[in-house]
């Protein structure tokens, strides 16, 4: 039920911090990037992932960082 979501980030939107938007299952979602934060580090967005199968739950969307060093 969860999804994995890898976005690619500039340096300084990982050391200043950053509000970006990134795709959601029900359209666009702002998505704020705090600043310090590292390469590979994994974010959890609560309830964005899949609905759960006879409507148990729902799912989350993992959104995970890569920095561009550009």
Known sequence: MDLVHDIDI?????ALGAIIEIEG?????NF???EGTQSGEV?????KGLPGLKGNGQGD?????????L
Request: glycine share 12%.
């Open 61 to 69: 969307q993992l959104v995970g960082t890569l920095i561009l060093y």
């Open 25 to 29: 299952l029900s359209g666009k979602i």
């Open 32 to 34: 704020k990037i705090p």
């Open 10 to 14: 500039t340096f300084s939107q990982a």
């Open 43 to 47: 974010f959890r967005l609560k309830g």
